[in-house]
């Protein structure tokens, strides 16, 4: 059953991103005068669907009905994906024929190179606007919660946060100026509202107010924690338990917050990965705290110095609560839609210049279903604040310079702006062949490094 809903999961959250996704790209070509021959939820051959000429059928059309400027409306057979055909686009398709025929008034290749760029853009734009519906929605219904501190917890060692100074125990007042309310608004004053600029930290540390400077070459890009930086009053939670390995052996779960490991009090992923790993082969006491109850259980860690669990912090502070009108709550929803888009460009900016691992830091089709199900699991707000940050992804990945992505079509596009012609037929088709063959490669290492990683 679990398998069951977790494929469920998975398959709406998808199903939901490539149907808006493909919904930009329709309504664009079809405002910009194209043809949409077909509009597909799913790949593959055609369940069952719907045109003005024969109605609703299931099956395939017949190979010689004409569906001029109507367009089927399918279902395919395999539930992953989607896709708008649009009269006269070469696209994933990969149709030869369509080189060795004449642009007509309706295809996508007669259009203005604007109008394009549009049609192009417009699944993109799609995402985005979901992800700002989603945020609007959720900030209006629940309002928003904050970690009310600015007390640091915990400072890793070596940190960017460590070498400016920080300790445990200094309150944050200011960065850059700015009074600083609670923890979300530092995260956002060091890696949004200050990401270009030198921080500067006013703080106060045994009742004295001191300054920290701390060089912007210093910061990465992706997180707070790797500023180096732990909110007090945080527990270590395990997200999850690798099948077959030590952990699972001896009983751990998901969502058990650990208090202590071989009597030494953890709070974070370091901490567990530092006694853990300085106690290979030896059995260890871990002290968790589960549905309100304490249990003690004893695991023994690989020769490697491993028990198969990955491991988060979750704050169990004070937290301040904020409610938000309908009008007021557009504004946050577009604010945290760049927050999290500026913060995926920047994780994959890491992995092009080598600053992150890359099999650490990119999930597939496994990894999306397990997440959609644990964030169901919590409840309907949780699941729709992981369809927006998801779908934010898709656009930021989409919009990459890639052949077969939106991207790559975009910089043809530019090639014919900037040239004054297009690019010939027959390269875009070699150019969309082996941008498939990459990215069906890519796929694949994906969908092994989810499994087997």
């Known amino acids: 059953m679990e398998t069951i809903s977790t494929v469920i999961y998975f398959l709406i959250t998808i199903g939901i991103l490539v149907f808006v996704h493909e919904l930009g790209h329709f309504l664009a070509a079809i405002a910009c005068g194209m043809r949409a021959e077909v509009f597909a939820i799913g790949m593959g051959n055609r369940v069952f669907g719907w045109n003005k000429i024969t109605g609703f059928t299931a099956g395939r059309l017949p190979e010689d009905i004409e ?4 367009t089927d409306y399918r279902v395919s057979a395999f539930p992953i994906g989607g896709y708008v055909k649009i009269a006269g686009m070469i696209d994933e ?3 030869t024929e369509l080189t060795a025929s004449e642009p007509k008034p309706w295809e ?3 259009k203005p190179v604007w109008q394009r760029m549009i049609v192009i853009s417009a699944g993109v734009i799609m995402n985005i606007l979901l992800a700002i519906g989603i945020f609007w929605g959720i900030n209006y219904v629940q309002g928003d919660s904050f970690m009310q501190t600015t007390e640091v917890g915990i400072v890793i060692k070596g940190s960017p946060a460590a070498t400016a100074g920080l300790q445990t125990g200094d309150r944050i007042l200011a960065v850059n100026g700015t009074p600083m309310e609670h923890w ?5 004053s060091i890696y949004v509202d200050h990401m270009n600029e030198d921080i500067t930290l006013s703080i106060e540390r045994n009742g004295t107010a001191m300054t920290l400077a701390v060089p912007r070459t210093s ?11 732990i909110p007090n009053n945080t527990e270590a939670v395990i997200n999850d338990v690798v099948p077959g390995r030590p952990a699972e052996k001896a009983g751990l779960l998901a969502g058990d917050i650990i208090l202590s490991i071989n009597d030494i009090p953890v709070i974070n992923q370091e901490n567990v990965i530092t006694v853990i790993s300085a106690n290979a082969g030896k ?5 968790v705290k589960r549905n309100g109850e304490q249990l003690s259980i ?3 860690p690989s020769q490697e110095g491993k028990i198969g669990i990955t491991v988060g912090s979750r704050y169990n502070g004070p937290v301040l609560q904020k409610q938000y009108g309908l009008f007021e709550s557009f504004p946050r929803g577009i604010r945290q839609t760049i927050s999290a888009t500026t913060l995926y460009a920047q994780s994959i900016w890491q992995l092009i210049a080598g600053k992150a691992e890359f099999t650490k830091s990119v999930g597939g089709p496994v990894k999306i279903a397990q997440m959609a199900t644990r964030s169901a699991e919590v409840g309907i707000i949780s699941f729709l604040a992981f369809t927006a940050l998801l779908s934010i992804s898709l656009a930021v990945m989409n919009i990459l310079p890639f052949p077969a992505l939106d991207g790559g079509h975009l910089i043809v596009l530019l090639y014919e702006a900037i040239f004054r012609r297009p690019l010939p037929s027959g390269v875009q088709v070699r150019i969309q062949q082996t941008g498939m063959v990459i990215l069906l490669a890519f796929m694949v290492f994906v969908l092994y490094n989810d499994i087997f990683g």
């Open 283 to 287: 059995e260890l006491p871990v002290v």
């Open 93 to 95: 398709s990969l149709d």
């Open 108 to 110: 996508y290749r007669s």
């Open 298 to 300: 004893a695991v023994t």
């Open 219 to 229: 910061i990465p890009d992706i997180s707070e924690t790797t500023f180096g930086i």
């Open 184 to 188: 979300e608004m530092i995260q956002s």
């Open 67 to 70: 569906l001029n400027d109507h």
